[in-house]
């Protein structure tokens, strides 16, 4: 069994940043991909940045630029870090992990901007 563990999360000004992580523990297959994702009040959950094992990660171009995604394979975990947020990056914020025909989702952890 898999669990994905958030935080990090918050609220911020806008042109502020935050750091969330996401701690990955169990029987974990590797190589995998861990991401991060988002759904905002209405809208559909969408990718914000995945790195592979290997550590190739990509980007939403909405957050090119501003966030960046790392991950610490030793730990298991994940990390975003998030500069000049704004009103728009508001949204619950996912961490996943993939792997051959099965993703894993955390509990997500709110991130609000103010303007």
């Known amino acids: 069994q898999v669990q994905l563990v958030e935080s990090g999360g918050g609220l911020v000004q806008a042109g502020g940043s935050l750091r969330l992580s996401c701690a990955a523990s169990?029987?974990?297959?590797?190589?995998?991909?861990m991401g991060w994702y988002r759904q905002a009040p209405g809208k559909q959950r969408e990718l914000v940045a995945t790195i592979t094992s290997g550590g190739i990660a990509n980007y939403a171009d909405s957050v090119k630029g501003r966030f960046t995604i790392s991950r610490d394979n030793a730990k298991n975990t994940v990390y975003l870090q998030m500069d000049s947020l704004k009103p728009e990056d508001t949204a619950v914020y996912y961490c996943?992990?993939?792997?051959?025909?099965?993703?894993?989702w955390g509990q997500g952890t709110q991130v609000t901007v103010s303007s």
């Open positions: 169990g029987s974990i297959f590797s190589p995998n991909t």
């Open positions: 996943r992990l993939s792997v051959p025909f099965y993703n894993y």
